[in-house]
């Protein structure tokens, strides 16, 4: 009963490195988002995709790509880390005709 | 645009008091509206949603057009009640952006 997973779970990354971050659904639902949670600003949408192939800016995208090349995966990469995007990532994935989305357990990242 | 608001960041109550999360949103369409809950060390999940109309751990939320609310409610907190709230609203149709607002942290007080 995996769900909605996300890969690493921390990471410490110094300025101007790249990484990616996965999430991989396994209930072959076809919205996934990313989103990034930061205190006192909530939950604020980074990038989506409405399908295999497809994907869409979200409120704060600058500084991010996605790719979503497999249905049941989404990844979110950081071409060159900067302090500011030390957060929290999260990925959550909805079924068509579904109204409620599943959330992954998060990824804490700090950037120094 | 689509937007949630949820003034407050911060609520205290204590055990057995009514408590009220506020959230108003703004949206040319029609929206679908749910809160979602986060506790301690647990992942997002959710809560309830409008269309449903349904009562879940007590609290329930009533859509409000006219005033664009959805505040969520709940007669008597209990300290397990004690989480992160989350108000979200869905664009639907072709966009199918999940728009959140920026949480409401809720202590019950023993």
């Known amino acids: 009963n995996a769900g909605v997973t996300q890969t690493p779970k921390f990471r410490v990354l110094k300025t101007g490195q790249s990484m990616t971050l996965l999430c991989a659904q396994d209930?072959?639902?076809?919205?996934m988002y990313w989103y990034r949670q930061d205190p006192g600003m909530g939950l604020r949408l980074i990038h989506y995709?409405?399908?295999?192939?497809?994907?869409a800016k979200g409120e704060v995208p600058d500084g991010y790509n996605v790719s979503r090349l497999k249905k049941q995966n989404f990844l979110l990469g950081l071409e060159s880390a900067a302090p500011s995007q030390t957060s929290v990532y999260f990925c959550a994935s909805r079924g068509m005709g579904s109204t409620e989305a599943f959330f992954g357990q998060g990824t804490r990242l700090t950037v120094v | 645009a689509q937007r949630v608001t949820q003034p407050e960041k911060l609520l205290s109550v204590f055990k057995g008091a009514p408590v009220e999360l506020k959230c108003n949103y703004s949206y040319s369409g029609s929206p679908e509206l749910f809160w979602y809950v986060q506790y301690s060390r647990q992942r997002l999940q959710l809560l309830l949603r409008?269309?449903s109309r349904e009562s879940i751990k007590g609290f329930t939320a009533d859509l409000n057009k006219g005033e664009t609310s959805f505040h969520l409610k709940k007669p008597f907190a209990q300290e397990e009640d004690s989480a992160m709230y989350y108000c979200a609203l869905d664009s639907g149709g072709s966009n199918y952006k999940l728009t959140f607002g920026k949480g409401t942290l809720l202590t019950v007080n023993p």
């Open positions: 995709s409405v399908g295999e192939g497809t994907t």
């Open positions: 209930m072959n639902h076809e919205y």
């Open positions: 409008h269309i």
